[in-house]
């Protein structure tokens, strides 16, 4: 009998693996290019490459926008966005390859956008008028790697990366954080951020107020985007491939695929561009 | 001594002389329904072989013989892959489960039996990194499966138990024709 019941809790536990590991699996997504930098433009700059990776997001079910309003009516005015924090573990994988002759650098920036606002930190300007300012920073990466001559290196953006970067993202459009400050402080175990009144570099001695109550972490919208920047000193190429861990289980099964064959089955985001100047917290 | 002579003049007509010296089969084998369980390793063969590494399998069949020479089942079967596809991504793993039906015709040699089994079922892939080189397309996580193998058993000295060694090739069609072979070890029970 004891060997029946062995036998029968084996095949019950075999059976159950496939169901268990299907909630974490993760699904792959292909880099729409590769990106190839660091051939010097009319100045003799090296040239960046950047590339954008929508998330195939299905559309929004009955049941997931009555719960979502359900919490935000509790949480109101504060808006609940529908791929929050938790929803999805992103990873982002990549591989650059120097083409030339001679070892350079590379850096490799990860902005992004999530249902709210994009980030570009390129159009943002901290402290206009100095031209030795720093530039602003991007939400993860932009560090100098080593590149051998004709080699080949691999790195990724890890899933707590990029939960720190959903969270730094949201400080910075709704929470109106200087992007300095929420880059340099961690906020991936933040239970919750407090918005404070817009950016306005351009006033001297300005001092930002909190502004409304704080977001909640059950309200901190996700990356729903990804941008990838790359920075070369010399020829090289980029390939990024991002990893998802589907926990909410939003992600179309068709993938990128899904954009051509089941467009009306994706949700549409339309973030606005980010700036200090012109965003207020919706 | 009236007794003995009674029972000797008994066994003596029952089955005579041969009767007396006939020796018991050294390793008799249960038949009939059966579990078995088995730890081996599946490795696919190309061209998928340079996508996929070697990887751990845990094996579970339940079945029944039909006859000494025949027996039918059906198994579940789990392995786990490091994916070696262009990078990125790099160093991550899948996982293949297969189940199915399969059918065994057995020979037996006193303790030693041989046997070629084969089937068909379903496989299911845990994730899509190999449709990064066209093996899995989007959405795509299930495929009929056919195996097709042989193995050689040893009778244990108790009548229920077989310990075996066991390689089955293994075809995926939807998943661009993936071939592999399964080996392992495994340890069966017949009730």
Redesign the interface.
Known sequence: MRVVLVSVSSLLGLVGLPLAGCANDPVYIPAPMTLEAGIADMMGQPSEARASLQLPIKTETAADKTARDALAAKLAPILVPYVKVGDLEIDVEWTIKNLDMKPGQAKVELNGANEYFSYDPSIIMLDPGNDEAPPTPGLSGDIPIDVPAGGEVSGLFTEDNVREASIDLDEITRGNFNPFRANLTISKNAKEFQPMTALMPAVENYMQEPLGPAIPREAFAALTRIDIVFKPSTHMTLQFNVRVRDIRGIMHDLLLAAVTDKPGELQTFMPAEFNVAGAAPP | MLRFAAVSATLAMLGGPGALCRVASARPAATGWF?E?GLGAVAFLPKASSDAKLGPA?D?R?GRDLFAWLSVGVS?A?SSHEATVP????G?WF?L?R?GGDVRLRGRFDRIAAFVEGGAGIA?I????L??VMITD??EHFSIAFAAGAGIEYQLENRHYTAGLAADGFLLPQFATLRAIDTRLYLR?T?
């Open positions: 579990a369980g845990l579970v339940i579940l789990a990078p990125p991504p790099e991550e996982q489960y189940g299911l845990s994730s899509n990194v449709g990064r989007p959405g029970y009730y």
